[in-house]
């Protein structure tokens, strides 16, 4: 699995040990870090967030794992790159659900809402789902894609 990692400035740290947990998980092929690479750098999240899921999009990576302050920006901003459903996710279920359910690419953080150890359980988690095309879910996905695809 190929993922692109990104925050802005309010969600660095956040993104750095998220970064450095996927690098060290064996079933992670590859992480791309689209920075920002310190507080710093004051560039604004959906520059961010629209990089991360164009790299998704364009097929060079498979997810992506972006933090802001809220999670909700970010989230915003990859959903508006077609064919990327990105999401925020605090909680194991919701990240579970995100995959199984949905077939979410992103999932986003909010630094200021979520601790790190939280996070990092999450994450450890959300790179063991898979979406399944048989499943119940898949109709509904299809849905949205199809939705997307006639505009």
């Known amino acids: 699995m190929r993922i692109v ?3 802005d400035n309010a969600g660095v740290e956040l993104k750095n040990q998220l970064r450095d947990q996927l ?4 079933r992670v092929e590859s992480v791309a ?3 920002v690479a310190d507080a710093e750098d004051d560039r604004a999240y959906p520059l961010l967030g629209l990089a ?6 364009g097929g060079e990576a498979d997810r992506g794992v972006l933090v802001c302050g809220t999670g909700i920006g970010m989230a915003i901003s ?8 990105a999401t925020v996710a605090h909680d194991s279920y919701s990240a579970e659900r995100s ?12 630094a200021r809402a979520i601790g790190p150890e939280v996070a990092k359980k999450i994450v450890a988690e959300w790179v063991g789902y898979r979406f ?6 898949a109709s509904k996905v299809e849905h949205i894609t199809k939705y997307e695809n006639a505009r």
């Not at 399944?132 to 879910?137: E, F, G, I």
């Open 99 to 110: 995959i199984k359910s949905n077939n979410c690419q992103v999932i986003t953080f909010g």
């Open 52 to 57: 991360a899921a164009e790299a998704i999009a």
């Open 5 to 7: 990692v990104a925050a």
């Open 33 to 35: 870090d689209l920075g």
């Open 132 to 137: 399944d095309p048989a499943s119940a879910s």
């Open 23 to 26: 690098l060290a998980d064996d």
């Open 78 to 85: 990859a959903n508006k790159v077609p064919g990327v459903r």
